[in-house]
C-alpha cells in the first residue's frame, strides 16, 4: 500500500475551489511526495464519507460549502476554532480520530496583521458587515485579539443578533442602515457580505469619515480589488484584500497532512492571480 500522503477539499459544487493550485504549489515547492484533489461529494453522501475518510484514502481534507457544519457535528475533536464558529474548514485523522479545525480566523488575522500591522493602535470599534460563517470566524479573531467593541451589521438583524448571542453578547449589533454612522467612528471595517464580488452589486457605504490610518478589509478575492477597496484606497485607508485570507487559511491544513508548514510567497498569489484572471477571460 501507498504511503505517500493524500488529502482533498470536499464540497459540492467543488469545481471553482482554489485550493488544489495552492496546494499543489506548496507540494512542488517542498518536494512532497503526496496529492491532494477535488471531491465533489453530495449532501446525501457528505455524512458516509466524512466517517470513512480512511477508507476513501485521505490522511485529511479542506471542507467547503455546504458541508462545513456537518464536518464541524461528526467530528471526535474540535479546536477551539471550530467550537467558536460552529463549523469546520479543515479535518485531518489522529490516531484514528477525526479532529476539526475552522481556519478562517487564522487566514484573517494572520493577513491582517501583515497587511495593516498597526490597526491594534487605532481607536474605536472594528465594524464587521454580514453575519454568516466567515462573519462569525472573523469575530471570534477581533475578540480573541482583546478587542472590547466588535460591532455586527447585517441586511437580516436577525442573524446578526443571533451571531451576538453566539459570543454571549460579547459583540454589538447594529441596524444595516446604520453602516455610514458605524463607518464614521470605525478602526478596522470589514466586509464579509458578498456585497462587491463579481456579478453583485457594491456595497453602498460612506468612507469618507473613517479616521485617518484607519483599515478596510474585504473578504471578496474576486475582483481583487473591490470597488470598496479601490475607493479605501483612494483617500488614504489602509487596505485588506480577501486573497491573503484564502491563502493563509490553507496553511494549518497543508502542514497537519504533508509535515511542513508552507509559506504564502508572492509567487504563490501570483499563481491564483492568474488563475482568477484566466476565468474571467
Ligand atoms: P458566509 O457564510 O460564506 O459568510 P453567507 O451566509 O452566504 O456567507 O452570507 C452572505 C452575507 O452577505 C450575509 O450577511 C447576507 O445578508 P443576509 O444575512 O441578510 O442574507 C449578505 N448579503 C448578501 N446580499 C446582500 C445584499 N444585497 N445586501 C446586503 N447584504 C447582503
Known sequence: MSTVPRACVIGWPIEHSRSP????????????EGSYTKQAVHTDDIEAFLLN?????FVGANVTVPHKRVAFSLADHREPSAVAVGAANTLWLD???LCAENTDTFGFMTY????????????GPVVILGAGGAARAIAFGFLEAGVSDVYILNRTRERADSLAAHFSGRVKTYDWQARNTAAEGASVLVNTTTLGMSGMPEIDIDLADMPAGGVIADIVYSPLETELLSRARKIGLVTVDGLGMLLHQAVPGFERWFGVRPRVTPELRNLVVEDLRSLKS
Request: glycine share 18%.
Open 21 to 32: 493550485l495552492i496546494h499543489g504549489f506548496w507540494l512542488k515547492s517542498y518536494g512532497i
Open 53 to 57: 475518510i480512511a477508507g476513501h484514502g
Open 95 to 97: 490516531d484514528g480520530h
Open 112 to 123: 491582517l496583521g501583515l497587511k495593516a500591522p498597526r490597526w491594534r493602535e487605532l481607536d
